[in-house]
T-cell receptor, first 116, second 116 residues
């Protein structure tokens, strides 16, 4: 069963506007971590933001914020004031404990295009 | 220094060749990871090393052989690969410990491997 679902293969946003990238997840473990990564065309994965399953407040990091709705099992990424450099692939990921360590599972990704 | 380096950046190898991918980090991280990423797909976990010991092997074929000679280095030895093994191979590192779920992974730029 798919554990991380990103339903938007591609998104367009006008420069300087806000955009929300959707992510839903599925787990029976009460302890988990949710991450968003950005992957430009160069290939490197860049960490953006983290939300823990027990965190009471939504995470924020500069222009990035995470809209965490635990009961709905959603962890949407909000990017405010989009910039041309935000054009990239964005992956939602969940980190679960596993025998021997921790495993990070990635969603299929959303490609964001920022228009000038 | 928050950098993970990977060499080579690009590699073309025949199906009978033996080659190695190298990954290095100097952040004091004691967990290191290999991921495989096919075009337009999310990264898939291959191996996890924790304190220089292999802790997770995601049923990867034996033609991929990981090695962690010390806490800063991670190698992936390749032998008798198939054309379908062509992909971007990403290395990552993270802290370990009680807050393991919260530790983000730092990724290298990857090695683009082509098997002919």
């Amino acid at each position: 069963a798919q554990k991380i679902t990103q339903t938007q293969p591609g998104m367009f946003v006008q420069e300087k506007e806000a955009v929300t990238l959707d992510c839903t997840y599925d787990t029976s473990d009460p302890s988990y971590g949710l991450f968003w990564y950005k992957q430009p065309s160069s290939g490197e994965m860049i960490f953006l933001i983290y939300q823990g399953s027990y965190d009471q407040q939504n995470a924020t990091e500069g222009r990035y914020s995470l809209n965490f709705q635990k009961a709905r099992k959603s962890a949407n990424l909000v990017i405010s004031a989009s910039q041309l450099g935000d054009s990239a692939m964005y992956f939602c990921a969940m980190r679960e404990p596993l025998t021997g360590g921790f495993k990070t599972i990635f969603g299929a990704g959303t490609r964001l295009f920022v228009k000038a | 220094d928050t950098e993970v380096t990977q060499t080579p950046k690009h590699l073309v190898m025949g199906m009978t060749n033996k080659k190695s991918l190298k990954c290095e980090q100097h952040m004091g991280h004691r967990a290191m990871y290999w991921y495989k990423q096919k075009a337009k797909k999310p990264p898939e976990l291959m191996f996890v090393y924790s304190y220089e010991k292999l802790s997770i092997n995601e049923s990867v074929p034996s033609r991929f052989s990981p090695e962690c000679p010390n806490s800063s280095l991670l190698n992936l030895h390749l032998h008798a690969l198939q054309p379908e093994d062509s992909a971007l191979y990403l290395c990552a590192s993270s802290q370990v410990g009680g807050a393991g779920l919260a530790y983000e992974q730092y990724f290298g730029p990857g090695t683009r491997l082509t098997v002919t």
